[in-house]
């Protein structure tokens, strides 16, 4: 049984920067899409990155591309969304996700592909 386990959300002001880290145990495979989204209150839940933990192929959602970054160690069984330039949209519950490495591709943003969540890390920016 796989199991997420996300940290280092906290309240920035606009511009500001966050690193939120998502710890996995549980890992039977070595390839995973693994991915980070987000769902702000009374709006759906969307992808904002994801990446193919084999083939270190990375997708981003417009909205975030140039801004936030994913990236993993394998060695730590951790991935991790480095977000810049933060704006008050980006506030949100942010959370980490496993799915079968085909998802990542055209379907890395539906969040009905991914069998396995974290229990989300608050984000929240000031202006």
């Known amino acids: 049984q796989v199991q997420l386990v996300e940290s280092g959300g906290g309240s920035v002001q606009a511009g500001g920067s966050l690193t939120l880290s998502c710890a996995a145990s549980g890992v039977t495979y070595v390839t995973y899409c693994m991915g980070w989204f987000r769902q702000a209150p009374g709006k759906e839940r969307e992808g904002v990155a994801a990446?193919?933990?084999?083939?270190?192929?990375?997708y981003y959602a417009g909205a975030v591309k140039g801004r936030f970054a994913i990236r993993q160690d394998n060695a730590k069984k951790t991935l991790y969304l480095q977000m810049n330039s933060l704006k008050p949209e980006d506030t949100a519950m942010y959370y980490c996700?496993?799915?079968?490495?085909?998802?990542?591709?055209?379907?890395?943003?539906?969040?009905?592909?991914?069998?396995?969540w974290g229990q989300g890390t608050q984000v929240t920016v000031s202006s």
């Open positions: 996700a496993a799915a079968d490495p085909r998802v990542c591709g055209t379907s890395w943003s539906a969040h009905y592909q991914y069998n396995y």
């Open positions: 990446v193919n933990t084999g083939l270190g192929s990375t």
